[in-house]
């Protein structure tokens, strides 16, 4: 069969005998733009024919019925937010059985275009013993105007979108092509 010409990529083809696959792209944000990313995350694997629930991490209350999960973060200084932790713990006997990808956000540079950024300690400390299939860290955001925020923190940050979209969907391809 051959596809019309056009923008995107080819569909994907499920098998007929094969369920989707489905993951959990959950994620920990203080101001929303963690949230951002994983629902970026959740459309790169639709467009791979994966079935993707976007949920904060609060909100979860069972890994029952999915297939992988993909967990992300803020980063404040070097830390991951007490919600995606509180994730890791609630749902750590689950998460041993299942293939993992973690992310986090946070450098308010262009760092993380430039060089993989590891996890930091707080985040190998909270996530030992899962076998994690893998971590990317991805530039955050910081706007003049978002709420609850400090002055003193506008003060001695850099305010801007440090988030690189196309690294961000060519990391969930991987996870996509890493699932079948």
């Known amino acids: ?37 994983a629902a970026v995350v959740a459309a790169t694997l639709g467009e791979a024919g994966i079935r993707a629930d976007v949920v904060p991490a609060t909100d979860v209350r069972a890994l029952s019925g999915y297939d992988a999960v993909v967990l992300g973060s803020g980063l404040y200084s070097a830390t991951w937010l007490r919600d995606a932790n509180r994730f890791v713990r609630a749902h750590r006997a689950a998460l041993v059985g299942l293939p993992v990808w973690l992310f986090s956000s946070g450098p308010l540079d262009r760092s993380a275009d430039f060089d993989d950024i590891p996890m930091t300690a707080h985040v190998a400390e909270s996530i030992d013993g899962l076998a994690i299939r893998g971590h990317r860290t991805f530039g955050g955001l910081l706007r003049e105007d978002s709420p609850e925020v400090a002055a003193g923190i506008l003060a001695t940050h850099r305010t801007g979108d440090y988030r690189d979209w196309d690294a961000i969907r060519r990391w969930a391809r991987e996870i996509g092509d890493a699932l079948g």
């Open 1 to 37: 069969m051959t596809l019309p010409p056009g923008p995107g990529p080819a569909p994907h083809i499920q098998p007929p005998d094969r369920a989707p696959v489905h993951v959990l792209v959950a994620y920990a944000s203080k101001h929303g733009s963690t949230g951002e990313i």
